[in-house]
């Protein structure tokens, strides 16, 4: 009864005050359905206590091997999950396997196995296990560990890894569009003409001051690919579909790897003496501002890039599932219609900034990698 008061008032309060204004409706959007998401997750039906809100949350950030949109149960009792799989690529002790991911029917306590080419696959925790030969269950220990089966290479189109392949292609297909319309000496029309301004902010605001006259083209199609791909990765996770790519810390870490691997090989001489041994300073000294430059090029600089990214928008979705999670926690405590109000108005907000947020971490991201490559290749006038 709560559940369906508070989608009734939501409709309502969209209806009144938003009739009109379609960019406010889809804004409220994004806030809506996570919650009618949020009423229908667990088990019984409903996510309204401490416990489970921390478990909704971990599960909402974290990868998974399916699109679980939301749940509910019919008027038999059943639990009816809306969504779709996804492949699941494994490397088992047999070779290579592969089935799709409804064979686990969500379930996640390793009790449903999936046999494939005469193996035993079971998935605990979001992480895939192969039994043992002649295990029919999964056996834990005290501390709720696997004791009979093992981990397996895991090469699935996981959600982050079809987010990645789409915002790909997405990206693929808008630039080609867009360099044939330059090819073909024509202004940009559709939605190019959005484009073109960003590509040229990226290329004279970032690109051009940070890395140089001489060298900042090379460099330029790597700092718009890794723009857009973050900045639209990152709009992608506010919508309800559940992305979260840039907040798993192996997609940063890897675009931090890239960023670290060019400006590695892209430092000139200048660069590397610099680093290695620097001018103008006691012999003795040298060593020791060696480890510390040799630490800041292959630690500090790539980790900065990749926990900045991954905290920020791991912090930014948990933020706003906390928020909405209000309306469920505090409803008994102030009414459905109050907690309702109370987490809408909250959510809304954070999700405007969260708008922002996506778009400055990609200008963060885009502008150290610029930054760091315009060291390595900066040449020094020595007089």
């Known amino acids: 009864m709560h559940r369906i008061l508070d989608r009734n008032f939501l409709i309502l309060l969209t209806m009144k005050i938003f009739q009109h204004n379609l960019k406010t409706l889809a804004l409220l959007l994004l806030v809506f359905v996570p919650i009618t998401t949020y009423a229908s997750s667990s088990g019984e039906g409903q996510v309204d206590t401490k416990e489970k809100v921390d478990g909704y949350i971990l599960h909402h950030i974290q990868d998974s091997h399916d699109?679980?949109?939301f749940s509910y149960t019919n008027d038999a009792g059943e639990r009816k999950h809306i969504g779709f799989p996804l492949p699941v690529i494994l490397w088992s002790s047999e070779g290579l396997v592969s089935f799709m991911s409804s064979e686990f029917h969500h379930n996640d306590d390793g009790n449903v196995l999936v046999e494939s080419n005469g193996l035993k696959f079971a998935k605990i925790h979001g992480k895939i296990f192969e039994l043992n030969s002649g295990e029919e269950k999964v056996a834990f220990d005290d501390e709720k560990h696997a004791t009979n089966a093992h981990k397996v290479l895991d090469f699935s189109i996981t959600k982050s890894v079809f987010g990645i392949l789409f915002v790909?292609?997405?990206?693929?297909?808008w630039f080609s569009r867009l360099a044939k319309q330059y090819k073909k000496q024509q202004i940009p029309t559709g939605f190019s003409r959005i484009l073109e301004p960003l590509v040229i902010y990226v290329r004279d605001e970032i690109a051009r001051p940070n890395i140089g006259e001489k060298h900042y083209r090379r460099f330029t199609g790597y700092l718009l690919t890794v723009f857009f791909f973050i900045w639209i990765l990152n709009l992608i996770g506010l919508t309800p579909f559940g992305f979260n790519v840039t907040g798993q810390i192996a997609v940063t870490t890897c675009l931090a790897i890239f960023t670290l691997i060019i400006y590695t090989f892209s430092g000139n001489k200048h660069y590397w003496k610099h680093m290695l041994w620097m001018d103008?300073?006691?012999?003795?000294?040298?060593?020791?501002?060696?480890?510390?430059?040799?630490?800041?090029?292959?630690?500090?600089k790539p980790f900065s890039l990749l926990i900045r990214l991954?905290?920020?928008?791991?912090?930014?979705?948990?933020?706003?599932?906390s928020l909405i999670a209000i309306m469920f926690v505090l409803k008994n405590?102030?009414?459905?219609?109050g907690a309702t109000g109370l987490s809408?108005?909250?959510?809304?907000?954070i999700t405007l900034i969260e708008v922002l947020v996506a778009f400055l971490q990609a200008y963060i991201f885009t502008m150290l990698s610029a930054l760091f490559i315009g060291m390595a290749v900066e040449e020094h006038e020595h007089h």
């Open 67 to 69: 699109f679980h949109l």
């Open 168 to 173: 790909g292609l997405l990206m693929l297909f």
């Open 280 to 300: 103008g300073i006691p012999v003795f000294v040298k060593p020791v501002l060696a480890i510390i430059e040799f630490a800041g090029a292959f630690l500090i």
């Open 310 to 321: 991954y905290a920020n928008i791991t912090a930014g979705h948990i933020v706003v599932m």
């Open 333 to 337: 405590e102030i009414g459905v219609v």
């Open 344 to 349: 809408l108005v909250l959510s809304i907000l």
